[in-house]
C-alpha cells in the first residue's frame, strides 16, 4: 500500500537554528499539506500546497515557515529560526484530489517529532 | 465558531462491548467530507473512515461505522466489539471542498481506553 514518508522521526534542535523537514507524498497525489500537533493538544493546519505554490496557509504559519517541493517527489517544511513554542509533532499529508467523486483521504505521514531547547 | 466538536474528552469502554464517539460539525459549504482517525500513543495518525456529505448510506468499514445524520450535523464513530488495541485518542476531522483548500480541520480529541 503506497504511503506518506517522513524524515526525520525525531529532531532535536537549539532554538534559533533552522531546521528542514521533510516529506514524500505518495506519488500521483497532487495536493500536499503540513499540520503540526502540540503535545496533547489538536491537530492544527499549517498549509496546503497545490501546483507548486501555497494555496492556503493558517495564522501559525507565519514568515518564519517556507514549504519547497525542491523536485518530483520531496515536499519540506523550513522554520527559519526555531522558537521553543515550535516544538510539536509535525504531520505531511498528501490526497489525490479534493472535489467531486475522487474526494477521499488525506493521507498522513507517521510524522516528525521536533523538539527545540 | 468550532468547526469540529468532540465533546468527550475521554470515554471508557468494556471489551467486546460497542462504543459511540460523538462529533458534530458546522459548515456552509455543500462540498465537504468528515473523517475519522486513530492516533495511538506512538503517535501516528491512522485513517479509519470517511463519509462524503452527498453519501446516502452511513460508511462502514470492518468495526467501524459512521453515524451520519446530515440535518443535525453529526458524524458519530461507532466501534464494535471494543477489543484492547483500540485504546487510543480518536479525532474526528472535516475536508470542505470550496472554502478552505481542501485542508483537513480537527476536533479536540477522544481518548478511549477499552477495559479488559
Known amino acids: 500500500e503506497p504511503e506518506v514518508t517522513q524524515t526525520p522521526s525525531h529532531q532535536v534542535t537549539q532554538m534559533g537554528q533552522e531546521v528542514i523537514l521533510r516529506c514524500v507524498p505518495i506519488?500521483?497525489?497532487?495536493?500536499f499539506y503540513w499540520y503540526r500537533q502540540i503535545l496533547g493538544q489538536k491537530v492544527e493546519f499549517l498549509v496546503s500546497?497545490?501546483?507548486?505554490?501555497?494555496?492556503?496557509k493558517s495564522e501559525i504559519f507565519d514568515d518564519q515557515f517556507s514549504v519547497e517541493r525542491p523536485d518530483g517527489s520531496n515536499f519540506t517544511l523550513k522554520i527559519r529560526s526555531t522558537k521553543l513554542e515550535d516544538s510539536a509533532m509535525y504531520f505531511c499529508?498528501?490526497?489525490?484530489?479534493?472535489?467531486?467523486?475522487?474526494?477521499?483521504?488525506?493521507?498522513f505521514g507517521p510524522g516528525t517529532r521536533l523538539t527545540v531547547t | 465558531a468550532q468547526k469540529i466538536t468532540q465533546t468527550q474528552p475521554g470515554m471508557f469502554v468494556q471489551e467486546k462491548e460497542a462504543v459511540t464517539l460523538d462529533c458534530t460539525y458546522d459548515?456552509?459549504?455543500?462540498?465537504?467530507?468528515l473523517f475519522w482517525y486513530k492516533q495511538p500513543s506512538s503517535g501516528e495518525m491512522i485513517f479509519l473512515i470517511y463519509?462524503?456529505?452527498?453519501?446516502?448510506q452511513n460508511a462502514t468499514e470492518g468495526r467501524y461505522s459512521l453515524n451520519f445524520q446530515k440535518a443535525r450535523k453529526s458524524a458519530n464513530l461507532v466501534i464494535s466489539a471494543s477489543q484492547l488495541g483500540d485504546s487510543a485518542m480518536y479525532f474526528c476531522?472535516?475536508?470542505?471542498?470550496?472554502?478552505?483548500?481542501?485542508?483537513?480541520?480537527f476536533g479536540d480529541g477522544t481518548t478511549l481506553t477499552v477495559k479488559p
Open positions: 476531522a472535516m475536508r470542505e471542498v470550496n472554502t478552505n483548500a481542501g485542508k483537513s480541520t
Open positions: 506519488s500521483n497525489h497532487l495536493y
Open positions: 463519509q462524503g456529505s452527498y453519501d446516502q
Open positions: 459548515t456552509s459549504d455543500p462540498s465537504y467530507g
Open positions: 499529508a498528501s490526497s489525490e484530489a479534493m472535489s467531486g467523486d475522487l474526494f477521499g483521504e488525506q493521507y
Open positions: 500546497f497545490y501546483n507548486n505554490e501555497i494555496s492556503e
